[in-house]
């Protein structure tokens, strides 16, 4: 492989490398890290990368030409961004060749599969109904909350199967939270129908991206923090905007 090569396979290991990360809930700051710690120990010490939440721009050499990726989804899936870093810890220890570290990203969607669907529905029933304890002491809507937190992270993940848009989506899902928890207080299942509708929203609040927003800000990059800070405010307006409704229609 000659150097031209090498450069060009660097460039697209950087990559993909980034937007593995980026699509998958990372920080720019991580990614700006990883990029730069791939490039210094495959010998590019010239190289640059110009790191946003929508794209990634890389050149390894002043005197190669620049690639662009685009980032057109985002997900949350933090074991993906932790095993680019555990394949970039490999790298730098030699244990992994250049080529190797870039068909093992190519393969990474096939070798971490998302979590078994079951599994998130039950993950959804401890946050929604754990909330009612540790916050609000409300022992009698423990089991209310968590059918409540199921059923919205189902409707939600059914919609997301139909249409691309997330606060669609997030909007038709708070809806249906909020129609369920009125229900079950007409039912007389249930107490409060603030703490079912708050709980049921918990699997769906935009937690990370609030988290990454305020960490890019901190770190200076004023350019992904408050776009990050906005998709987060845009997901919490779908949320708000669709209990409101549902608690208009039968308040």
Known sequence: MNERQKSKLLVETCLLAGKIMIENGSEMVRVTDTIDRISINAGAKEARAYVTLTGIIMSASPDMG???????????????????????????????????????????????????????????????????????????????????????WFVYSLTDKYTNIRFLNEFIAAICIGFVSIFLIRARIAVSADDLIIGG???????????????????????????RGIEAIMSACALGFGVSMAIKILG
């Open 66 to 152: 620049s690639q662009v990726t685009a980032i057109d989804k985002r997900t949350f899936d933090l074991e993906k961004v932790s095993t680019v870093n555990d394949y970039s810890r490999q790298f730098a220890n030699k244990k992994i060749s250049l080529g190797e570290f870039y068909r093992r990203l190519k393969r990474i969607d096939k070798d971490i599969l998302p979590f078994p669907f079951w599994l998130q529905l039950i993950g959804a029933f401890m946050v929604s109904s754990t909330l009612e304890i540790v916050f609000r002491s409300n022992y009698y809507d423990f089991w209310a909350a968590g059918i409540v937190g199921m059923l919205g």
């Open 201 to 227: 929203l918990m699997p769906l609040v935009p937690g990370v991206p609030i988290t990454n927003a305020v960490r890019d800000v901190l770190s200076g990059n004023l350019v992904s923090g408050p776009s």
